[in-house]
């Protein structure tokens, strides 16, 4: 069982930036494949950004390429969403989540089924 921590979240203008972290306290994200999603309110949980246990695998919805960037940090053992040029499109409740997969895996899914940990979230919103 991994136990996952966000932060992060907050209430921001539109164009404005956030930055969420993810962190599993007494565990290594390294060990993991993980991802953020996202659930607005009255819609389904989506797929955000996702990245593999090397970093090497990228992953985006379209709706957030070229704003949004995932990255592991490794000297704080958190995985981070880098948002940029915000859109009240994008508030919604933002969750990170991990799977295990292997060390040589080149698999960056968005599918929720495929995740087997979840934080309980943290709230982003984005004023016009």
């Known amino acids: 069982q991994v136990h996952l921590v966000e932060s992060g979240g907050g209430t921001v203008h539109s164009g404005g930036s956030l930055r969420l972290s993810c962190k599993a306290p007494?565990?290594?994200?390294?060990?993991?494949?993980m991802a953020w999603f996202r659930q607005a309110a009255g819609k389904e949980r989506e797929g955000v950004a996702a990245?593999?246990?090397?970093?090497?695998?990228?992953k985006y919805a379209p709706s957030v390429e070229g704003r949004f960037t995932i990255v592991r940090d490794a000297t704080k053992e958190t995985v981070d969403l880098q948002m940029d040029s915000l859109k009240p499109e994008d508030t919604a409740m933002y969750y990170c989540?991990?799977?295990?997969?292997?060390?040589?895996?080149?698999?960056?899914?968005?599918?929720?089924?495929?995740?087997?940990?979840w934080g309980q979230g943290t709230q982003v919103t984005v004023s016009s």
């Open positions: 989540a991990a799977r295990p997969c292997d060390f040589w895996s080149l698999s960056a899914t968005l599918e929720p089924r495929a995740f087997d940990y």
């Open positions: 007494g565990d290594r994200l390294g060990s993991y494949c």
């Open positions: 990245i593999n246990k090397r970093a090497t695998i990228l």
